[in-house]
Every structure is written in C-alpha cells, then in structure tokens.
C-alpha cells in the first residue's frame, strides 16, 4: 500500500538524508501561487522537500500519519461565483503519482492548514499514475493512499466553492524526481477569475521628492513590473522614472505596491502620475491578466519640508492601555523613544506611560502611526490630553525628512467609567406563576440593557420582571452599556417550590390488616391530609391504615392533598381493593359457558401470593394452561378450541408475602360444559 511505501521512505530520510525544508516560494501556503481560472499554469520543475504531517479526513490515523506536504506547490484562489471547481492536473511524465488537497482558508492564516482540520475540502491521495483532480465524473468522498496496481480513481467529485471565499490547492508529488505538471481550471460552475481590472488608488512622493510611493487596488503579478521604471511617467516632466520595484516581491509573486525611483528631486508642487506599457510590452498584470488602464493616472503632491504635526487619535476604546497616533507623513521609527518618554498624558487623574514604538515599521524604518503604551488601562471616566516632549533619546519625533514635530503638540481625548453588569433579584413565590424582580444599579451612566430572562423572556427595562410557571433552575443574564464600556453577567436562580404529590401502595389488601402507604411527593415544608376512602384520615408523611372486613371485595379511592411552606397545594388520587379474606381458595369445578358465572377457573383471594405460578395438566399430563397472574383464570380452551368436560389436574406455586415461605399445593376441578 502507498501509506507503506511513504512510511518507509520516511524512516529512510531521517536515516540518511534528511529531508529538506520546504522554502522555494510557491511550496509554503504563504507564499502560494495567485491562479485564475483562465490560464494554464506550467510547473516545469518541483524541488525534493517536505516540512510538515497531513491530515486527510477519513484516511489520517493514530497509527498512520504518513500523509505530508511532499515536494508541493500551493496555488491560492478567490471564488467569485458560487458553484463547483473542476480542474485538470496532467503530469509532463506518464510514470508520476500526484496527489492533491483542498482547503478553505477564508479568514484563517494560510498556515492554519497544517493545524486545524476543518479546513480540508476535499483530496484525491490514490497511488494510481497519471492525470488527477476533480470532475463531474470523480468519485465522491476522498480517496486514500494506495499501490499504483491498486488502480484507485485518481478524480474527485467536484467540490462546492463558495463566493467571497479563498481557497488552497496543495498538489505533491510523491515520487522524488524533477518531472512537472500542468494545472488548468475548467468544467465547473464555480467562477474563479477576477472580473475585475487593477486600478491605480493612491500615490504619494518621499521627503526628499526622488521617489514615488505607488499603491493599486488590487495585487499585480511581481514580473509584470519592468525593473527600468518605464511603465510610469510624471507631468509636469520634472523628472523621468529609473526604476519600479515591487514591495515584498523578494518573497512573494505578487504585490500592490511599488517603489518608483525618479531621475530627479521634485520641487515642492502638484504632480501626477501616469501608466503605460513599459518594455515588456505591458502596463501591469494580475493573475488573470487584467491589466492596468493606460488611462490611468493618479495625482499627489509633494510638499515642502516642515515638521510634521501629530493629526489624530485612532478613537480610544473601553479601558484603554494603548494610544494610538496617526501621521499623514511617515515618521522615523527609530526616534521613538522605547520607554514612552516622548510622551506625557495630563488629565483628570495621573496616568503614566510606559513605552511607545511605531506600528508596522517598514524596512527603512518609516510608520504612518505610533502606539503609545500606558502602565495601567483607564478604567475611571476622564479627559485626557497626549503630549509630545523631547524625549530621554534627545529629541520629540522626526519625520522621513529629518523634520521634528515640535515639542508641545497635544490630542484630547477622553474616556468613559467601565461598567458592572452585575445584578441582584428578588424571588415572590406563587402557587400558579413565580416572580422574580431584577435590579441593576445603572451606576456609570448605564444607559442600556438588554436582559435575558430564561421562558423566552427579555427586556430593555433596567429592573425587569420575570414570571415563571415551571419550577427549577433559570438562567437570567444581562448586557449593558454606557455607549462607551460593556459588561455582561449571568446568575442562576433556584425557584425551589415545585410542587406534586405522590404515594405508592399495594393495590391487593387483606381486611383488618395495615395498609403502608409511602410518600413521593416532592417539595419544601410538606404537610399531609390523607384521606383513606372510609372516612379515615392521617397527617403522617408515610401513615399505616387498617381497612374493616367485609363479606366481599371492597374498592376504595385514596387521596393524598400535601400543602408546601408557600402555601400551596396539589393531590393525587390512587385506588385500593380491599378483599373479604386473604386465605387462598381454589375451586373445585367451574363452568366456562359465557353466562357470566363462574366461566373461568382461577385461584382466589392470592392476594399476598409473590412468585406465583398456576399450572393445569389434562388427564394425559398435557399441560393446557400456565399463567403467573393469580386474577387471570382459565376458560377451559386450548388455542381456539373447547376442551369437554372432564377433570383436570392443577399445581399451584407460591411463597407467602408476610413469612416468605415457599408454598406449594396440588388438586383437582372438574371442567363442566
């Protein structure tokens, strides 16, 4: 089986060779390659490496975890129409085993791949050789690691994509050799092709003017940018574009910026930046070969040099232990004193700083924002005041230009008290409905609640109520706000009056004898009113009654009505049949003509019979009837047919309810038609 032969190679690489890491571009998830769903893609050539376990559902085990990211490459996709992929991967060799996986990344860190299963989509890991993927013909469900002779499918099912959704499609190589492939998309319903154009959104010149920074709107491919530049142009022609490079493309395939260096420094003034196609034939490309407009053009200005001023605040949230600061130019990180000391807070009560730093510094060195770290989060309303000072590095702040931002420059900002959800009730209890009032301080300018009650009740009021009928335990929680800070809390409340009444009894009694009655009932501070049928009553929780004789069977209806500390009733009612006497007796004949009297041939008054067991035999020893309930009686048929008239032989089995002697009688009857 394939899961073998990867087992052994495995022990065989960390034996002898060790395997490398996966580090080419393209086989890592984060460095996956942008596809679209109109071209191609050719892998000429795929690097020996592995660097991490799989997990392939349905297939991935304890005892087998020989599934791996062997000689990979991750292609990443966006669907942009919901319906289903289908894709072809053909191997530039006839001999060679690919496998593949998909996984849905949406929201997730490419790498989560590796760690969270969820992900997985589908795969096809057969060991069969040659073409593989997912068509309308693929087998359903995920096809397992195998031998080539096995001739396991080799396509899946074509998988649901999903709109707005991103995708990666894992493709390994299990054999260790160069041989490529080609992947092509197609056969599906699903879209995968961006439908729309990358657009020139933003640009903005350095400090010194000789340089322009250019954001797009969307990821272009890295080797549509021609390295001379001379895809951009700027008018007024103060200066010419030498070269264009692509901000992370030592890394990456694609990327929505670039650094644009001029011929030149600009004068302080009003420019705009143009596209064009550049040497290579094109203007810029993304992974559907969408291309910039050549009419597109974008304006900025270059100002002249002078201390940048501390803009704004990014709006501080509840309890804040951070600040913060956005600049319209870039700042030099390294002027940022560590320890916060650039930076003071006066305000309604002491604050102090801690440390400061810019926020995602750029390889130069250079953040649009830094982020003040306060000692303590504010957790007291206030009104605060940020202000910049030099610092224990010997200055305030300096911009990309070396401009400081003058000492003295001061935010406002303010904050509200923190909030406490908690809450107290009080319990009025009922016999039909409980109720339960709710209260909430509202301190901290509370100016709104949202309150779950438990019985589909909730309320916006700050002292609700809630009213109950079924007794046990509620859950009753609460949201509030000040429009600022929010807290929640949950309690739950014990509604401990739930109230029945119930008693067991033997239904079979004997006269004169006592009757036990045992209690069932459920609630708080019970109180007892039996009433036994016979003008008897008892306030006992578990009471004995002795009922008098009487010629024949007597039924009687027993009442239990309990009263809990609420003041609050319920009763039940059960039967008792009370019999003339408690010997048993058999007859000796009966007549089983349908008239009522005497049809059946049964033991009487067995009432304290446990383990009873009636047997009858005909006169050859044939056993004609059987039965363990001493009320059920023969009517002298065997099946559906009459038996005649005749003597019959019984055996009677029993042990005595009171002594638990075991009992034992035999005789005759005489069946009589």
Known sequence: ????????????????????????????????????????????????????????????????????????????????????????????????????????????????????????????????????????????????????????????????????????????????????????????????????????????????????????????????????????????????????????????????????????????????????????????????????????????????????????????????????????????????AADGSDFVVNGTYPVTVAGASGVNCTADGLSKEIVVTLAAPLERAGTFSLVLRTGTDGNTILNECGEPTPAGATLTFSVKDTVNADFTYAIGYGCATDTVRYFHSGANAVNSWRWTLDENQQSTQQNPTGLYTIFNQKKATLVVTNGFCTDSAARDIQLINFLKAGFSVLKDNCPAEQVPFHDASIGVGLTYDWNFGDGARSDSANPHHAYLSSPRERFYTVRLTITDSFQCQKSVDQPVIIYSSCLIAVPNAFTPNNDGKNDRFHVLNAVKAEDFELMIFNRWGQLVFRTRNWKEGWDGRIGNKDQGTGVYVWSLRYSDRDTKRKMEQKGTMVLIR
């Open 1 to 336: 089986m394939k899961a073998a032969l990867l087992s052994v190679l495995l022990f065989l690489a960390a034996t002898l060779l060790s395997r490398a890491q996966c580090n080419t571009p393209g086989q890592t998830p984060s460095t996956a390659f942008p596809v679209c769903g109109t071209s191609v893609f050719q892998q000429t050539s795929v690097p020996v490496c592995s660097s991490h376990q799989l997990f392939v559902p349905g297939c991935s085990n304890s005892s087998n975890s020989s599934y791996e990211d062997k000689n990979p490459f991750w292609y990443r996709f966006t669907c942009y129409q919901t319906g289903t992929l289908g894709f072809l991967i053909r191997p530039l060799a006839g001999n060679e085993d690919y496998d593949w996986q998909l996984y849905d990344i949406t929201g997730h860190n490419p790498d989560d791949v590796f760690t969270d299963n969820t992900l997985v989509v589908t795969a096809n890991w057969s060991g069969t050789y040659g073409n593989t993927g997912a068509s309308s013909s693929g087998v359903p469900g995920i096809q397992c690691g195998s031998d080539p002779a096995d001739g396991f499918p080799t396509f899946a099912a074509m998988p649901t994509i999903i709109v707005g959704h991103t995708y990666l499609l894992l493709i390994s190589h299990f054999s260790d050799s160069q041989s490529g492939y080609n992947l092509s998309f197609g056969g599906g319903t699903g879209v995968i092709t961006d439908p729309n154009v990358p657009r020139l959104r933003s640009a903005e010149a350095n400090c010194g003017g000789d340089m322009i920074r250019l954001k797009l709107s969307k990821n272009v491919f890295c080797n549509t940018i021609s390295a001379d530049g001379s895809e951009f142009y700027i008018t007024p022609a103060a200066a010419t574009a030498v070269s264009a490079t692509g901000v992370r493309c030592t890394t990456n395939f694609d990327t929505d910026s670039l650094l644009i260096q001029l011929s030149a420094f600009l004068n302080p003034g009003n420019y705009t930046l143009h596209i064009r196609k550049g040497t290579d034939g094109n203007t810029l490309l993304d992974y559907c070969n969408n291309a910039v407009p050549e009419t597109d053009a974008i304006p900025f200005v270059l100002l002249p040099k002078f201390p940048t001023p501390m803009d704004s605040l990014v709006p501080v949230a509840c309890a804040p232990n951070q600040l913060r600061l956005v600049f319209k130019k870039l700042m030099m990180c390294t002027t940022v």
